[in-house]
């Protein structure tokens, strides 16, 4: 009797141990799935957020678009607004971006002739026009470039080195022969919103911004723009960033830019499609 219930005792023990070892083993099979799958959704995450760089006259459209494109595939947006020329500057020291979209094709070619962008990617996307605007308080006294010229005390205008707007200004200028007639009185700003917000402060009596950016000035008025045929054409381009490691989500956010979706956004906001 003693012998059986020995024997039932050993058997119960052999059990357990058998039990235990499977209960470990599934743990240790099931811990790299979890662990895979952690891996996966951190990929997931990666892919699903885009950086994208864009020129400071974009602003309310890209924003637009930004959450359009978010609603759609999912994929967040972060937007860094600059001027065209920092933003490129900014691509070839190593910073975050994924899309580039510039107001001016200078800069993507710079960016392009050092390798820094996916060729087959760049396309026009807008046109835009340059106009002048002054304060609401001196629409009166300003009305005209010749006023401008004649009677303005402080004249704001976007970096003429690296700012496109600034660019087609002087370039404009210089060739209606008015630059040296300005220029001890320009203050330059660092991109053309700065050029806004001097206006619409009162800082500056005049000055020179897209047609896109007076439609969303609140104190200030347009005038006048500059004769197209002074200036090149104002034409924004896009590329993919080489360096980008989002690649298939880029191009779907660069595929959206030509959607009718955004087609809307950026017409309602005074550009022009191409």
Known sequence: MRKIKKLIALSLVLVMSVGLFACNNDKKTEEPAKQEE???????????????????????????????????????????????????????????????????????????????????SIKDLLQNEVVIIVPEAKKGEIKTLDDV?????????????????????????????LWDKIEDRVVLA??????????????ADAGFVYRTDAMVAKDSVVIGELDPTSYKEVIYPAAIVKDTKNKDASQKYLDFLNSDTAKKVFEKNGFKVK
């Open 149 to 177: 010229v004649e009677k303005a005390e402080k004249i704001a205008v976007a970096q003429t080195d690296s700012v496109p707007v600034g660019q087609y200004t002087k370039e404009s200028l210089d060739n209606l022969k």
């Open 190 to 203: 660092k991109n053309v919103r700065e050029v806004l917000a001097w206006v619409e402060q009162g800082n």
């Open 38 to 120: 952690t891996a996966k959704d951190t990929d997931k995450k990666a892919e699903g957020e885009l950086y994208i760089s864009a020129a400071a006259s974009l602003k309310e459209s890209m924003e637009e678009i930004g959450e359009d494109f978010t609603k759609e595939t999912g994929i967040k947006v972060n937007n860094n607004f600059g001027s065209s020329g920092a933003l490129q500057k900014q691509i070839e020291e190593g910073a975050q971006a994924d899309v580039f979209v510039s107001a001016g094709k200078k800069q993507i070619k710079a960016l392009e002739e050092k390798g820094l962008l996916e060729n087959d």
